[in-house]
């Protein structure tokens, strides 16, 4: 029997990759090789991890330390963060990895055994850097120091969570690769500004301190940043706002589209961080983005895809799969789990005449698509805010009129009892964008045996430098 325990910390030679951005490591033991996954380790590596969970023939593991890089890693200027563990590893070998794991696991989970004559492409990033509209950035008084991989207390640390800790941080001292470049090659700037006030980053487990999150969105289409900065309210009254302002005026001119300072006393430390009191001290709340000629405003509580110029390639491909069936004007499309309604909203404005109900239980999502259908003149789709099970239910007049179905669901996908009431209405077509193509391959699983085939599959490169990938599959009823 094997004698790894949960919370061990070993090291480890990566060999091979697994689907979602884990690494495989093999321990040679008396009954043979066990197994362990490692999040976000890479072949060739040699890392520390340590032991999250233990099976009797695997394990997984978080990944603490990169000790070794791989000879296929080509290290750049950016700074690595815990959010891009692959920055140093060539594009073209990250989107293999994402291809193959991907199709893997639609054969081993999905049952899909000739997966590769199914696949369709693989759509690549139009940016594999910087390509990022929102970034949360945190302060704390405990710095992991990168120089010398020490913990350093009464710091002011502002930057990224330490690989495997809470309580952390890794201050941003080179520009990440991920998000604006200006910004973050001014966050030095800012982080000795904010110390010079004499108020303290946040201290995790004492839960005490003033600055806690600097979130960060932004505009491709404006070239605008909007900024909020999350204190709490201990020693407020020593916080000039109005020298806060000038100073991010200053180092950002023009492109400062809004300014806010929101109050947050919730200790929870997973608790929504923009939640609190809000002032605007600057410009305006909302930012306006752009996607395939259509404007959407973003505010900072605003559900918006993250890599907007690959969003647009993603739902081109998608709706490519839904305009290969004709489409009467008689006929509904079902845009399910449709958040701000973005692709219902594309499709309206390219096929005048057929209807579409999009449907979130998100009511500001709701309230956010109306907004951008309006701003947006668009005609001929109504939007629901409802559980999508609830609203099948709810509105059974909708059942064998509904020609094809677009599934865009959260990362942990569909309930197989609300996919039975998708399944139910009757749909000849659907069309499953999905941000976690395991869980896409489950729910194929349930489409299959309801009798639809998989016709094809795609896969887009979201969020290059990460483990994440996302597919659209396209099912016909037989």
């Known amino acids: ?18 689907f979602g951005g884990k690494g495989i490591a093999r321990l040679k033991l008396e009954e043979g090789d066990y197994i362990i996954f490692v999040d976000n380790a890479f072949p ?46 060539p ?25 590769e004559s199914l696949f369709d492409e693989f759509i690549s990033s139009p940016e594999h850097y910087f390509y990022r509209n929102k970034m949360e950035y945190s302060f704390s008084s405990i710095e992991h120091d990168l120089q010398t991989s020490k913990e350093i207390d009464d710091a002011f640390a502002l930057g990224f969570k330490r690989r495997g ?9 080179e520009p990440s690769g991920l998000f604006d470049l200006e910004l973050e090659s001014k966050l030095f700037n800012l982080r000795e500004f904010l ?21 960060v969105r932004k505009s491709f289409d404006q070239d605008k940043l909007l900024i909020n900065l999350v ?34 006393d919730n200790v929870a430390d997973r608790a929504k961080i923009e939640n609190g009191d809000s002032i605007l001290l600057y410009g305006e709340g909302i930012v306006v983005e752009r996607l395939l000629g259509l404007s959407f405003e973003i505010s900072m509580e605003s559900f918006f895809q993250t890599n907007p110029k690959s969003a647009e390639r993603l ?93 865009d669901p959260p990362r942990a996908g569909i309930a197989p009892k609300t996919l039975r009431k998708v399944i139910a209405l009757g749909s000849k077509n659907i069309v499953y964008i999905s941000c976690n ?29 990460t483990g994440h990938v996302e597919s659209i599959a396209k099912y016909k009823l037989k």
């Open 195 to 215: 110390k010079s006030t004499g108020l303290p980053a946040w201290h995790p487990p004492k839960k005490t301190g003033f600055f806690r999150h600097l979130v």
């Open 44 to 89: 060739g590596q040699r890392v520390r991890v340590r032991i999250s969970k233990k099976r009797r023939k695997y394990a997984e593991a978080k990944l603490l330390e990169v000790l070794e890089r791989s000879p296929k890693e080509e290290i750049s200027k950016f700074q690595e963060i815990s959010g891009a563990p692959y920055i140093f590893v």
């Open 231 to 264: 204190t709490s309210s201990d020693g407020i009254k020593k916080f000039n706002r109005e020298a806060f302002k000038n100073f991010m005026i200053d180092k950002l001119g023009g492109r400062l589209a809004g300014l806010q300072h929101t109050v947050n």
């Open 437 to 465: 193509p395991s869980t896409q391959a489950r729910d194929t699983a349930q489409l299959r045996d309801a009798g639809y085939d998989l016709e094809k599959i795609s896969i887009v490169d979201q969020f290059p430098h």
């Open 165 to 173: 800790t809470w309580w952390k941080v890794e201050s941003l001292n």
């Open 315 to 407: 739902y081109t491909k998608a709706l490519e799969y839904v305009f290969e069936e004709d489409l009467e004007e008689s006929d509904i499309v079902m845009d399910l789990f449709c958040g701000t309604g973005t692709i219902g909203q594309i499709l309206a404005s390219k096929m005048k005449g057929v209807k579409i109900v999009g449907v979130d239980i998100v009511e500001e999502a709701i309230k956010d698509a109306r907004k951008n259908a309006e701003r947006n003149g668009i005609q001929g789709i109504e939007f629901y805010s409802s559980d999508v099970g609830k609203f099948l239910l709810q509105y059974p007049n909708f059942e064998g009129k509904i020609k094809t179905i677009i599934l």
């Open 91 to 115: 594009i073209k070998i990250q989107e293999e990895m994402k291809r193959t794991s991907t199709l893997d696991v639609l054969r081993k989970i999905g049952g899909v055994k000739k997966v």
């Open 1 to 18: 029997m094997t004698v790894i325990r949960r919370a061990e910390v070993l090291d480890l030679e990566i060999e091979d990759f697994a």
